[in-house]
């Protein structure tokens, strides 16, 4: 599993409100993903890291946010938490040593009420 | 940006048969492009992935070729199975030679039926 581990692993939550998805990984891998994935979208990325302050967006970064202040964890923050935020998010690390292979987390399922 | 496309959406064969997915890439400085199955409730796994500077790899009923002038990629299964149920990704990225790389950008998937 790469050693990583998402938390919580099932939110229910309310529109307007703040949420942050928690990953964290034991391995002092450098890059970090945040994916979520919808029905019809496949995985789409949210955002990454390339090392610890260091963050940039994806393709569908509009309502979200990161902070990564340690290399073992990398934070995804819903500021005010809409239904169309409702989804499965995925953590992920690229694993140098076996040639940038990344690999996921087993998922965070997030419902925005 | 990079833009993968995945054909087919879904597919049906026959238990024994062999399945064929394909996609496409955009993005000429794409170099790493690896496939994950996905079954229900769970993460993407890894199964299989290749280089740009590799034209086919193999790794027991598991083949994937690529084209880089074409522009596309494809994932063979031979010998299909019930366990092969499931749905399939392909994916590609920039891999950085001092380590990391860019995020990766998805088909939309491919849901393999294997029918008994």
């Known amino acids: 599993d790469a050693g990583i581990t998402q938390s919580p692993r099932h939110k229910v939550t309310e529109t307007g409100t703040p949420v942050t998805l928690r990953c964290h990984q034991t391995e002092n891998h450098r890059y970090m993903y945040w994916y979520r994935q919808d029905p019809g979208h496949g995985l789409r990325l949210i955002h990454y890291s390339y090392g610890v302050k260091d963050t940039d967006k994806g393709e569908v970064s509009d309502g979200y946010s990161v902070s990564r202040s340690k290399t073992e964890d990398f934070l995804l923050t819903l500021e005010s938490a809409t239904s169309s935020q409702t989804s499965v998010y995925f953590c992920?690390?690229?694993?140098?040593?076996?040639?940038?292979?990344?690999?996921f987390g087993e998922g965070s399922w997030l419902t925005v009420v | 940006g990079e833009n993968v496309e995945q054909h087919p959406s879904t597919l049906s064969v026959q238990e024994g048969d062999s399945a064929v997915i394909k996609c496409t890439y955009s993005?000429?400085?794409?170099?790493?492009f690896p496939w994950y199955k996905q079954e229900l409730g769970k993460r993407p796994q890894l199964i299989i992935d290749?280089?740009?500077?590799?034209g086919e790899k193999k790794d027991q009923r598991i083949a994937v070729t690529l084209n880089k002038t074409a522009k596309h990629f494809s994932l063979h299964i031979t010998e299909t199975q019930p366990e092969d149920s499931a749905v399939y990704f392909c994916a590609a990225s920039r891999a950085h030679s001092g380590g990391g790389a860019d995020g990766l950008t998805f088909g939309k998937g491919t849901h393999l039926i294997i029918q008994p």
């Open positions: 992920a690390i690229s694993q140098t040593e076996s040639g940038n292979t990344i690999y």
């Open positions: 290749i280089r740009s500077n590799v």
């Open positions: 993005d000429s400085a794409s170099n790493y």
